[in-house]
Nanobody
Framework: QVQPVESGGGLVQPGGSLRLSCLAS??????MAWFRQAPGKQRELVAR???????NYADSVKGRFSISRDNAENTVYLQMNSLKPEDTAAYYC?????????????WGQGTQVTVSS
């Protein structure tokens, strides 16, 4: 796979939930991460899951977001709860190292998440 395929974004109200999916064929045995980029802001790391299943999150989403993976299906998920307007951004996934968040694959098209009343 030359790039991941993200899906699941959409328009939700504040306080709502959304589940993003990332098809990442060939990612088994590697760490994966979710990133996001809002207009006028740099792309930032949101969550990472290592090859061993360890997870870490940006301070801004701790307690609200949860990253998981299904190795058999080569799919990575991002469950987003208690969404806030400031979560509005384009979300991307990518292959990363167990030790850092440097993206290794070509970026996919991403999936847009908009939180608004």
């Amino acid at each position: 796979q030359v790039q991941p395929v993200e899906s699941g974004g959409g328009l939700v109200q504040p306080g709502g939930s959304l589940r993003l999916s990332c098809l990442a064929s060939g990612s088994r045995g590697n760490a994966m991460a979710w990133f996001r980029q809002a207009p006028g802001k740099q792309r930032e790391l949101v969550a990472r899951i290592t090859s061993g299943g360890s997870v870490n999150y940006a301070d801004s989403v701790k307690g609200r977001f949860s990253i998981s993976r299904d190795n058999a299906e080569n799919t990575v998920y991002l469950q987003m709860n208690s969404l806030k307007p400031e979560d509005t951004a384009a979300y991307y996934c990518n292959l990363v190292s167990d030790y850092n968040s440097v993206p290794r694959w070509r970026w996919g098209q991403g999936t847009q998440v908009t939180v608004s009343s």
